[in-house]
């Protein structure tokens, strides 16, 4: 059975096969147990910050509230659905958007 969120979303969660298709073509996600995972490295703590806050207000567009951790030059993201107790449609759709934020930054 669906579950819809708030946002008009499936909330169910993803079978393997799906999560794994899916991994596949992403450029900056793996799997970690239940969970999409990525580290994006910045030449410094400023660049890092920055893009944590992007992936902040993404989320809170969302309501949804990935593990981000920022270091000097990296942030690691541990993206999951807590209600679902794995991946679900939504963590792909945040996922995309993160990654696309990603792409548009300027590696110089």
Request: charged share 35%; hydrophobic share 40%.
């Amino acid at each position: 059975m669906k579950k819809i969120d708030q946002f008009n979303v499936d909330m169910s969660e993803l079978s393997e096969d799906e999560i794994v298709e899916w991994v596949e073509e992403s450029k900056i996600w793996s799997i970690e147990g239940d969970r999409l995972v990525t580290r994006v490295e910045f030449n410094g703590y400023r660049e890092a910050c920055f893009f944590a806050n992007t992936v902040f207000t993404l989320s809170e567009k969302q309501f949804h509230h990935p593990k981000v951790v920022v270091e000097y030059g990296s942030v690691e993201i541990d993206l999951w659905s807590h209600d679902a107790e794995g991946l679900t449609e939504r963590d792909l759709e945040l996922a995309e958007q993160i990654e696309d934020v990603v792409a548009e930054v300027d590696w110089n």
